[in-house]
Structure formats: C-alpha cells, structure tokens
C-alpha cells in the first residue's frame, strides 16, 4: 500500500507490516530499474534491503504461492481452543441498536452444561497437540447467568488441567453488573480481557443503552470499571464505542472522562460504527453514518483518540483474521447451538450444528481458500490483514457466508491517512 507527499512516499508492507519512506525521485528510479531489469547501481543497498522486507518480490504469481502456503501451514499448526460460550442470551439492558434483537431469551440448563463439558473432553482426547485454550463469555449479558459462568469456569479449569492445558478467559459484558466479588472470582480463573460499550458522556450514554426498565447505566459501569483496573492490573480493558451522527459531538468529551475516571494509559478504544449492525434487527433511533462520509469521521476520531493517550488497533478493518475463520474456534449457544460467527447468533442460517447431536470437530471454519484467488487477482494490498473480509457482511450484502466482502475503496482511503500519520509519529 502507498501513500504520498509532495516530496516523499510511503511504503506499507500489510503481510509483515514493514514501512518505509522513500524520495519520489528514489522511487521512480528504483521502479525504472525493477520493470527493465537493468543494474541497481547506486540504488543496489536500498534495492536489497526493499527485498529483504519483502517490499520487492521475483513475481506476483510466487508471492501469491508463498502467501496461500503461509496460510495453510498458519492453519494447519493452528494449536487454540477457542471457545466463546453464552451461558444466556437475556439482558438486562434495552439498547436501542442492540444486533441480538429479536433473539429469544434462553439460559443454559444442566443438560447443556454437562455436553458441553463431555463434548469438550471428547475433543481434547482426539486432538491431543491442542496447547492452550481461550474461554470467552458472551451473551446477552453473561452475568446474568451466573451460576453457569462459574459452573463454566470450575468444568473447564478442571479439564484443562488434567491435559495440561495453559488457559485464560475473556468477558464481553455491559459492565452493569460487575461487583467486587465477580472481578475476584473471574480473575482468580486467569481473567485477561474484557470489553465493555460505552457511548459517551452520561446523558448521551443512558438515552442509548438503558436497563430494561428505562434506568441509566453509565455511573454504575464507570463504577464497576474502577474496581477491574484496581483488582486487575494486567487485564486488557477494551472500551467500545458505537458512534453514530447522535453522539458523534460527544466523541471529545467522553475520552476525557473515561481518561480521567480510568486512565487512557488502561484502555484499548474499539470504534464501531453503527452502519455496521446488522442493519434488519438493530431499528433503534440511531442516525448512523453511511460509508462513503465515514474516512473523514473515523480519521478525525483516531487522531482524537491517539492524542489523549488511548491504544488503537493499527489499522482500519472490516473484517479479518476473525474467530470464525479459526480452526479449533466454537461458539456454543444456551441450548447446545454451534455457530462460527458472532453476528450470526440467533440466526438459523449460521446454526452449524448442536452439541447435543455433534461433536466440535465436525463444525468446519469459515476460512475458505478459494476466495483469496479472486482477491490475488485484483491485486488487493490488503489481504494478508483482511482474509476476504466479515463473512456476516457477505451475508447482508449477497445472503452469502461463502463469499468475500470486499470494501478495498474504504479500506484504502482509511489506511492510507492512518499509515502517514503513524510514520509521522514515530520518526
């Protein structure tokens, strides 16, 4: 991927995320002498440094070869368990957006819990080369459940110390209820990372994700938050934010307070935009920004985020090296349900079994190599970081899993700015 100045260009290498800045005079010199197979000359260190960063390959077709090679044996060693488990799909909240709307409200009952355990050990003693595991809990809102969460967690911290399996757990939750006595027991079964939504400063916040009898929730979380950042320390708190043109003016003010309540130097920021949700279930009162306005918004919001001090992922992505596309990844829904994708729960179409009738191993990934051809063919930079894109968005856009989702034009106005502005930070 290339972006430029009047006087420099920038070079980014998305497979080993190499960078490297040349003069236009440079480049052109060095891309004369590639296209005619003539001597480096003078240019022969920084044409052998270029290919010893991959910035320079023999040809596309070997680079294609290499890359989808990498990817099979990247698969094929692939040596996690992952499995992300909704003790129940009930909330206690009413957001207005919520992607889960219309999903009916079921909690794990005994039965499940047991297969899920059984099913489990079934798995590990046939795959004896699995080394770690990830637990994450999701829902609805996990705590709710919490009797099974901990049933969860006693089942697997017993399993998967009998195979000597390292683990850790994940939480996506509201944050609503997260008490003192939660955080200890969920970190004393090696909590890592949670993630908690919020949409801005309180106000703007409570009139968007609300208890279900009409409550705010924004002090209480804030307060919850507090006590997992004292009693966590290593714990990698994500803050999502949803934003749309409704709390887009709020943006500035709600990183100075989680700044000042939590400190930006604890929290990784996840920007959502609410064009995002799935667009048939979320019809809330939410004025969501379309694609074409969206790089001038998300830029101006990165470089908002990066100036107090917040961690952001890299780069722009719709889509990428996501659970679903995971060999030994499983999403196991209250009543025994397989899916591969999270934004498939409740949805037939991405039911991909029952644990109550399959085991793990017969549930395929949603990596299908075939589609990278197509990508390979329009020579798309962005394939080592978006693997043909989010399969739930090929669904919208075609009523297709098996098919890419491609948005190269926005990736590409978005990253462009973000690479530049990275390079200008750090040299």
Request: charged share 25%.
């Amino acid at each position: 991927m290339k972006t430029q100045s009047s006087n420099h260009i920038l070079i980014y290498n998305t497979f080993n995320r190499a960078i490297v800045k040349l003069t236009l005079r440079e480049y052109k010199e060095i891309d004369k002498i590639i296209k005619s197979n003539a001597l480096p000359g003078k240019f022969l260190r920084t044409i052998n440094a270029l290919k010893e960063m991959n910035f320079i390959v023999s040809s596309t077709e070997k680079e294609k070869d290499s890359f989808m090679k990498a990817l099979e044996l990247s698969n094929n060693e692939d040596r996690e368990l992952l499995l992300t488990i909704l003790p129940t799909t009930a909330c206690n909240f009413r957001c207005q957006y919520c992607y889960e709307k219309g999903v009916k409200y079921t909690t794990m009952k005994e039965k499940v819990l047991n297969t899920i355990r059984d099913r489990t050990t079934k798995f590990l003693c046939d795959n004896s080369d699995i080394k770690s595991a990830k637990i994450n809990l999701f829902g609805g809102e996990p705590i709710l459940a919490w009797v099974q969460v901990k049933r969860t967690l006693m089942d697997f911290c017993s399993l998967f110390k009998e195979f000597g399996i390292k683990f850790h757990v994940e939480l996506t939750t509201n944050g609503y209820l997260l008490d003192e006595n939660k955080i200890k027991v969920l970190r004393d079964y090696n909590l890592t990372k949670v993630l908690v939504t919020i949409d801005g400063p309180e106000q703007i916040h409570d009139s968007r994700r609300f208890l279900s009898n009409g409550r705010g929730s924004f002090r209480k979380i804030i307060s919850n938050l507090k006590l997992l950042v004292e009693n966590t320390p290593k714990l990698n708190l994500i803050i999502r934010i949803n934003y749309d043109y409704t709390n887009l003016p709020y943006f500035s003010e709600t990183l100075r307070i989680l700044s000042q309540e939590l400190g930006a130097n604890n929290i990784e920021l996840n920007l959502g935009n609410l064009d995002y949700i799935p667009r048939n279930r979320a019809k809330g009162r939410y004025n969501p920004i379309p694609y074409q306005d969206l790089p001038e918004i998300f830029i101006s919001l990165y470089n908002c985020a990066i100036s107090e001090g917040f961690r952001m992922p890299e780069l722009f992505l719709l889509g990428s090296w996501c659970i679903s596309k995971r060999k030994y990844s499983y999403i196991i829904g209250p009543e025994g349900e397989i899916y591969k994708c999270l934004s498939g729960i409740g949805r037939k179409e991405f039911v991909e079994g029952n644990l109550l009738s399959y085991d793990l191993h017969d549930i395929q990934s949603y990596l299908f190599f075939e589609l990278y051809h197509e990508c390979f063919h329009e020579k798309c930079p962005f394939i080592p970081v978006c693997h043909t894109g989010c399969r739930y968005l090929a669904f919208l856009n075609y009523a297709k899993i098996r098919q890419r989702a491609c948005y190269r034009n926005l990736l590409t106005k978005i990253n462009k700015k973000l690479i530049a502005q990275k390079f200008l930070r750090e040299s």
